[in-house]
């Protein structure tokens, strides 16, 4: 009870995000290493492939520690063996800190890396170097409680107003993983396999559906292997093939009315082979480990407080701003993009493609207010057997341009993006022996949000009204509307309600308009 009458602020939580901070760094991978006594000298580099991975961040004083490793396999040419490719495999391991602001000091961040560039060097036949940049990108991310007053509870000539507000609510922030498992048995026209050489696995045309506490994936995994033969005629056997998986992940919060931000990783594989029935080495026994970042948001329209007072007594409210995220897009656009690749005079002729991956580089992000345009580049390696008997195997390395403007309704310049880019679809074709044509479905994975500030009512000062101010003004005012009123304000300002002045002057609802004229009865001369 506050001057003599009660008023209650009832209020709600209402759940709201921001992004607190993020920070990026490059780090330079660089070592050394020997080729293991049980292999051949090096004669020349064929390719290089590398994984990262990350085992351990830690938050602590206002940094951010990170350790990992480089895990990286190199196909080489050897000149002194009967199997002329051979493969060295091996790791970099990393320690960093990142200085991340006061305000994000213990919170727990979301860290995402990118292997940039990798490339090897020959020392000499029996040492090469590794050398790699990898980027890392951290963002602190706060979910907090909001409370707001929602309505007030008091007497009847207490008035209040209320807005409704859109609220992107984060219902589902979780990491978890799925297993695929799979047997693959070569076809009978491949050799038994004596060692794998050179694996890739991808991920194609991933789909999820959100269903009551959980939700469905699906997709496609390219697998390609190159490996040592038993077969005397190819001592050097490739095979591709496609395995499809699906399944159902628990997700306690989720329903299909909400709008989902769920990433793929492989975060692990491991690629054994088994004996057949037989006994010979033919079945590529396969696990994957794909790990999934899970965002799941929930649109919400609560309404809130705009507003209180009274007749009777002088009512302030105590306002405070709300800054909070809200989503304006989310969507998966893909696109078609073909292009060309030469073969450079210093590489062997084509005689056949083995493997083709490529991988999405983004270099700039161009906002405006209807689009974003992006920019980058689809970074390709292609792996050939060439006309060359000297270099059966070769390597080809190709960057294919584009520049793409995804449409995006209602960006502000304040708003915060991010796109999580993917090859869906990837064919290669041999025009000649020169030239190789790319086919690639792109998918640009777009977030958008806004950045809202609202002012909220977060308490009530009720104090008596200043008598002598009410008594100057006069009971009866004849008033014009200006430009920019409301009923609400009026009635606040003359101490009377909204459904006073329009039983008064006859209004059916409570619009009015600049130049209107109203009769406006203080409402408090009662109470005096």
């Given at each position: ?48 492939q ?28 050897s ?90 609510d ?8 799925f ?20 694996d ?30 038993e ?22 919060g ?10 793929f ?31 799941v ?85 292609i ?12 390597s ?60 909220i ?15 100057s ?31 008064i002057?006859?209004?059916e ?20």
């Open positions: 009870i506050q001057g003599g009458i009660l008023v209650e602020l009832i209020k709600k939580n209402i759940h709201m995000n921001k992004l607190k901070c993020k920070s990026a760094l490059q780090l330079t991978l660089d070592d050394d290493f020997n080729v293991p006594d049980i292999k051949p000298d090096i004669d020349r580099i064929i390719t290089q590398g994984d990262i991975k990350i085992s351990e961040i830690k938050a602590m004083n206002n940094k951010l520690l990170i350790k990992g490793e480089l895990g990286f396999n190199v196909l080489y040419f000149e002194e063996d009967a199997r002329p490719i051979h493969n060295i495999s091996g790791a970099i391991p990393f320690d960093e800190i990142i200085n991340m602001e006061l305000t994000c000091a213990d919170d727990d961040p979301i860290v995402k890396w990118e292997l940039e560039d990798l490339s090897t060097g020959l020392i000499n036949s029996r040492k090469l170097s590794v050398k790699s940049i990898v980027s890392l990108n951290v963002a602190v991310e706060e979910l907090y409680d909001e409370e707001t007053g929602v309505m007030v509870e008091g007497p009847e000539d207490v008035q209040y107003i209320s807005k409704r507000i859109e609220i992107t984060i219902s589902v922030d979780k990491k978890d993983t297993r695929v498992k799979d047997e693959i048995i070569l076809p009978t026209n491949k050799g038994n396999v004596i060692s794998i050489l050179y890739a696995i991808r991920l194609n045309s991933m789909e999820v559906r959100l269903l009551e506490d959980k939700f469905t994936i699906k997709g496609e995994m390219p697998v390609f292997i190159l490996y040592s033969s077969s005397e005629e190819s001592p050097i056997e490739y095979y591709e093939t496609e395995i499809s998986f699906g399944g159902t992940v628990d997700c306690n989720c329903n299909e009315n909400m709008v989902e931000d769920i990433t990783r492989i975060l692990n594989k491991n690629i054994e082979i088994k004996p057949d029935m037989d006994g010979e080495e033919r079945v590529v026994d396969l696990e994957v480990i794909l790990e999934m970042m899970i965002k948001y929930d649109i919400q329209e609560p309404e809130i407080l705009c507003d209180v007072y009274s007749p009777c007594k002088e009512i302030t409210p105590i306002l405070r701003d709300a800054v909070y995220e809200n989503l304006v897009v989310k969507n998966n656009s893909k696109y078609r993009i073909a292009d060309r690749i030469q073969v450079p005079d210093n590489q062997p002729k084509i005689l056949q493609i083995c493997y083709s991956d490529g991988v999405i580089k983004i270099d700039d992000i161009i906002p405006s207010e209807t689009e974003l345009l992006v920019e980058g580049i689809i970074d390709m390696n792996l050939y057997i060439s006309e060359d008997d000297l270099r059966p195997l070769s080809l390395k190709g960057a294919i341009p584009f520049s793409q403007a995804i449409e995006v309704k209602g960006m502000k310049s304040n708003s915060s993006y991010e796109i999580k880019p993917s090859v869906d679809q990837l064919s290669v074709m041999m025009l000649d022996s020169d030239e190789i044509e790319v086919k690639a479905v792109m998918n640009l994975n777009t977030i958008v949000f806004d950045k809202i500030t609202e002012s009512i977060t308490d009530l000062e009720v104090a008596e009204l200043d008598l002598e101010k009410l008594q003004m006069p009971g009866i005012v004849g008033y014009v509307v200006k430009k920019d009123d409301s009923l609400w304000n009026i009635a606040k300002k003359y101490y009377t309600s909204v459904d006073t002045i329009m039983e002057n006859d209004l609802n409570d619009d009015i308009k600049e130049g209107d004229k109203l009769i406006i009865m203080k409402k408090v001369d009662s109470a005096i």
